[in-house]
């Protein structure tokens, strides 16, 4: 950690010998960083990254989509009615889709964020 009190760390850094990096933990990605990606940023390709990752941290389909949903419905722009009707049909279709089982349930969220970020 980088800290100004740190005798070791400040006399590591003025020696040319040793070179001193800086390391952070990052932060555990959560589903209002998708939603954030794919209704703010419409970053498709980094929308599905975050979505993989939040499927590999064991995180649950319906909780991926009911979060991004709350998101989505907090934030629309009212502005554009044809849309919000489309995007909404999206959701509905979605869900249905995972609990009657006809697509796997990545496979459903996948195309959603797709879908969603055009």
């Known amino acids: 950690k980088k800290n100004p009190a740190n005798k070791l760390i ?5 020696s040319k010998n040793v070179r001193v990096i800086y390391c ?3 932060r555990q990605l959560r589903v209002f960083d998708l939603a954030r990606a794919v209704m703010d940023e419409r970053n498709q390709s980094g929308s599905i990254q ?3 990752q939040l499927f ?3 995180k649950q389909p319906q909780q991926i989509l009911g979060g991004l949903f709350w998101y989505w419905n907090n ?3 009212a502005k554009n009615r044809g849309r919000l009707k489309k ?3 999206l959701f509905i279709d979605t869900d249905a889709r995972i609990k009657t089982g006809k697509v796997p349930a990545e ?3 996948e195309l959603l ?3 969603l970020c055009r």
Not at 10 to 14: E, M, T
């Open 56 to 58: 590999a941290d064991g």
């Open 75 to 77: 934030t629309s722009n």
């Open 24 to 26: 952070r933990k990052a």
């Open 87 to 89: 995007d909404l049909g």
């Open 10 to 14: 400040n006399n590591l850094n003025q």
């Open 50 to 52: 975050i979505l993989n």
């Open 107 to 109: 496979l459903a969220l």
């Open 113 to 115: 964020v797709v879908k």
